[in-house]
């Protein structure tokens, strides 16, 4: 069997997924249409050519332009589900879905209709025969008292999330001001996962950490910079969840042979790949691996370790991570 066949049938999970990150411009008219908001744009073919970046802050503009045709719980259900039906044909059995509240927030929309129109899409994915945790966001560019204001909207509703990340502008937003409300989400039983080392430095990891104590580090492909921190990752087996087809089109690399992610796990660190945002990189989950299947030649067990660490990395339980290893196994 090709590499490419055996990416295509392994059951897989994705622990890096921004749901606003997978609106395709089809969509994004349907939505704008039915909800009278005027798009920038006269064509799907317009909006996927202006989706050209220099860096991350220039993706996240147009990223957050994006997510303002987004208003009803339906407008959330249906974003989800269009990803859900995606993520199935890629084999992809388990998902662990991050959300912006303050994106919407901001703009009066509810984090009620939010949370609820993903979630009731997540309810509906045992039709699709995948499993999932949803994981809402604090955005960095904001303060930590916005924050904390959005954590007390987020707790009425605590049954629907399983933890709590940290994204957008990484460069000037360390995260040790975000510790306090970190510390808030972790008393309430919730997991803790925060972006470091895409664009920040590998000081950022630690501080994620150690202030944070996040238990994954999103991206983090800058640790290498640190042997200390290698040393302390590889350790404490702390995953990372690299994005190539995000790195390559932010520029965090040059090209898909230039991601460091062989030296990573040759570092003894505990990868996955993931897809971000892909209606904006070009690509789902399956198109990374084949990305990077292609540019750095991996081996059919490299390929299988990839996919089993995608579920040993995610927050499902020990019973659940079996039974999809056992389904692994049928194709080693
Ligand atoms: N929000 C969506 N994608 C992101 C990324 N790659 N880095 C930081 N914030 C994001
Ligand atoms: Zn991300």
Redesign the pocket.
């Known amino acids: 069997m090709s590499n490419r066949e055996l990416i295509n049938r392994l059951p897989k999970a994705e622990l890096h997924l ?1 749901i606003e ?1 997978t609106l395709e411009p089809e969509l994004m008219f349907k939505i704008a249409k039915r909800n009278n908001i005027e798009l920038p744009y006269c064509s799907v073919e317009e909006i996927r050519s202006a989706y050209n970046f220099s860096n ?1 802050q220039t993706f ?1 503009d147009i ?1 957050y332009k994006g997510a303002e045709v987004l208003q009803t719980e339906q407008d959330f259900y249906d974003l989800t589900w269009a990803y859900l039906q995606r993520a199935a044909e890629d084999n992809i059995r388990h998902t662990e879905i991050f959300f ?1 509240p303050q994106t919407h927030t901001q703009r009066g929309i509810a984090y009620e209709t939010i949370v609820t129109g993903i979630h009731r899409a997540l309810q509906d994915a045992s039709q699709l025969n995948i499993t999932s945790r949803l994981i809402p966001c604090f955005l960095r560019h904001l303060s930590a008292e916005d924050a904390d204001k959005t954590f007390d909207q987020v707790l009425p509703f605590i049954h629907m999330i399983d933890g709590v990340g940290l ?2 502008s ?1 460069l000037n937003n360390p995260p040790e001001d975000f510790a306090a409300v970190f510390a808030r989400a972790r008393e309430a039983g919730l997991k803790c996962v925060a ?1 470091a080392g ?1 664009e920040g430095p590998p000081e950022y990891i630690w501080g994620a950490l150690k202030s944070l104590q996040v238990s994954r580090i999103d ?1 983090g492909v800058r640790a290498l910079e640190d042997t200390l921190l290698v040393e302390y990752l590889k350790e404490n087996q702390i995953p990372l969840t690299v ?1 190539p087809l ?1 790195n390559l089109k ?1 520029k965090i690399f040059d090209t898909i042979a230039d991601n460091n992610l062989l030296e990573l796990i040759n570092a003894g660190l505990f990868v996955t790949v993931n897809s ?2 892909p209606a904006y990189f070009g690509g789902y989950l399956n198109e990374n691996y084949h990305a990077l299947d292609s540019a750095l030649s991996l081996s059919a067990e490299q390929i299988i370790q990839l996919v089993k660490n995608s579920f040993e990395a995610s927050f499902i339980n020990d019973s659940l991570c079996q039974k999809y290893l056992a389904e692994i196994s049928e194709h080693e």
């Open positions: 921004h990150g991350l996240l990223y912006d994204d957008s990484e972006h895409e991206h994005c995000s932010l971000d945002d």
